[in-house]
C-alpha cells in the first residue's frame, strides 16, 4: 500500500505542491494545486470506468440471480451467501485478478442496510462494518437494531478539508446509526 501510495505522489508531484503533515498522530498527505501545471496528459476515461462498473454489476447479477443460492447480502464487491462458494465453484474463488476471496464465515450475522452488517465467526470473532463509523461497535449493539425504532447513538471523529483553505479540521460527533428500509426481511 505504502509503495502504491509512492507510485502516485511520484507520477503527481509536476501538478501538485505535496506537503505532509501529522495531526492526531495520523500522517496526511496535503496535494494543493499547481496552477501553472498542465493537466491536458491526465489518463482519466470515464468510458471505462463506467464500463468497467457495468461488467462488475453483471458479474455480481450472477449471484443475485441464482436459484443455487441463498443471498443473504450482497455489495459491489462481496457476497455473502448460505454455501461456500469454494463448493460449488472453486474456479471463481483464489488471489487472482476477478476472482472472489473469502473473507468470513459467520456461525450467527445479522445484515441491516447497505454496508451495515456484522456477525460471530466461527472462530467466535466479532466483525461489524458500518459506512461512516470508525469506531468500534459490539455485534450484540448491533442486532438490537432488528428492532424496529431502535438507534445506535455513536461518538465518532469526522475529519474535514478544505482545499481553499489549505486545511483539514477534526470535530467530534455524533453519528446516529438507524434502520428504516423496507428491503430487507428477517429470515
Not at 7 to 20: D, G, R, T
Not at 57 to 63: E, H, K
Request: net charge positive; no cysteine; aromatic share 10%.
Amino acid at each position: 500500500m505504502i509503495l502504491q501510495v509512492l507510485l502516485i505522489l511520484e507520477m503527481v508531484k509536476n501538478l501538485f505542491h505535496i506537503s505532509l503533515k501529522k495531526i492526531n498522530e495520523k500522517d496526511i498527505i496535503d496535494l494543493l494545486k499547481d496552477e501553472n501545471a498542465d493537466y491536458s496528459n491526465m489518463l482519466i476515461n470515464v468510458g471505462i470506468s463506467s464500463a468497467l462498473t457495468g461488467l462488475s454489476r453483471i458479474y455480481m447479477s450472477f449471484f443475485k440471480n441464482n436459484p443455487l443460492f441463498r443471498l443473504y447480502y450482497s455489495d459491489t464487491d462481496s457476497v455473502f451467501l448460505y454455501i461456500s462458494l469454494e463448493i460449488l465453484f472453486p474456479y471463481l474463488v483464489g488471489k487472482e485478478l476477478g476472482q472472489l476471496k473469502p473473507e468470513y464465515e459467520f456461525k450467527e450475522a445479522v445484515f441491516l442496510a447497505a454496508k451495515v452488517y456484522g456477525g460471530i465467526t466461527q472462530g467466535g470473532d466479532s466483525i461489524v462494518k458500518a459506512k461512516g463509523v470508525k469506531n468500534l461497535i459490539p455485534f450484540d449493539n448491533l442486532k438490537t437494531l432488528l428492532q424496529k425504532q431502535n438507534k445506535l447513538i455513536i461518538p465518532t471523529e469526522n475529519w474535514y478539508r478544505s482545499l481553499s483553505e489549505g486545511n483539514i479540521q477534526v470535530k467530534q460527533e455524533i453519528y446516529i446509526l438507524t434502520i428504516n428500509s423496507t428491503k430487507r426481511k428477517l429470515i
